[in-house]
């Protein structure tokens, strides 16, 4: 294995040509089209993933992260109900079997709303029922029920008390489906209040055993008392013999002087060479650019020795 790098989610060049997964409706189209309308839409996502993969195998690129909106509004229905299901379903297992075929690592990354830790009862049930169905998605395609094809989350908050938001977060992490639970995993945050790659280790790794997703930029805002390399090292050793993955990003104010930009914000491109320490690591580039900066990156600091690919969260 190598250190590998990618991008997340868009492909800035084929969106160009109408080529993206992304496709979405508002709730009042949702609610006036209904489950006809979805399935079109899930379709045209399905079929345009399968061409992601493809150009991604065509320009060297083996780990992807696909967007969680393949199947907009999918916490209200159950996919067999949608009515081009099979349809859908061979679309989903022709993308995968590609995918497998060509040793990609694909991956989603719900958003922000998905949250574990929260002490709101409607917000759980919706979270664990989003992650359900985005491991359902990845049985669809096909995928490995491991962490290979990982689904990473934040805890989400810490409502005043951190303590209990992490036991809260690990008591609903045991509510979800076996699927979830054999890919989940959990990426610290950029703020100081928040969970360091220390405070993941201790409660949540120790506890119920979910894998950390190191993200180099957020390490910044919240070390947790540890050395970049040392809180990659830590959560690069909850991952067994799976190969981690991890996050990176710079700050578009500090490197691209962009007025008005919190120092959190992910610039365009990648201006520093990336530090693995000796590992062998998947390292999913945020930067806004996309596959662009990735490519860039390869031009500014490729080495013979070193075999970089790309990969989307």
């Known amino acids: 294995m190598a250190t590998q790098l990618g991008y997340a989610c868009i492909n800035k060049q084929l969106r160009k040509q109408d080529i993206y997964t992304g496709r979405t409706m508002r709730r009042k189209t949702y609610d006036a089209k209904g489950l006809d309308y979805v399935s079109e839409i899930c379709i045209a996502n399905a079929n345009d993933l399968i061409k992601i993969i493809q150009w991604n195998e065509d320009n060297n690129i083996k780990v992807f992260r696909m967007s969680s909106s393949i199947f907009p509004w999918m916490s209200e229905y159950e996919f067999t109900d949608l009515p081009r299901y099979k349809e859908l379903r061979t679309a989903l297992k022709h993308a995968g079997h590609l995918a497998q075929a060509y040793g990609q690592r694909l991956s989603f990354h719900p958003g922000q709303f998905c949250v574990l830790a929260s002490p709101h009862a409607k917000v759980v049930d919706s979270a664990i029922r989003e992650l359900n169905q985005a491991s359902v998605i990845m049985d669809m395609m096909g995928l490995p029920n491991t962490r290979m094809s990982k689904i990473n ?161």
């Not at 989940?184 to 209040?193: A, C, M, P, Q």
């Not at 008392?225 to 067994?240: I, M, N, R």
């Open 153 to 313: 989350i934040h805890v989400g908050g810490a409502y005043g008390d951190k303590q209990a938001a992490l036991t809260r977060f690990n008591a609903n992490y045991l509510r979800t489906s076996p699927g979830v639970q054999s890919r989940l995993t959990v990426e610290n945050d950029d703020k100081g209040s928040m969970y360091s790659v220390r405070d993941l280790y201790d409660y949540v790794y120790k506890v119920v055993g979910i894998p950390i997703v190191f993200d180099y930029h957020h390490h910044g805002f919240q070390t947790g008392d540890l050395t970049e390399e040392q809180a990659l090292k830590l959560a690069a050793s909850t991952w067994g013999n799976i190969k981690p993955c991890t996050h990176y990003s710079e700050s578009m104010l500090i490197k691209e002087n962009v007025a008005g930009k919190k120092p959190q914000a992910h610039s365009d491109y990648i201006y520093d060479e990336i530090n693995d320490y000796g590992l062998d690591i998947d390292i999913v580039v945020e930067a806004k650019g996309k596959e662009l900066a990735v490519q860039q990156y390869f031009e500014n600091f490729s080495k013979k020795d070193k075999q970089l690919v790309s990969y989307v969260n």
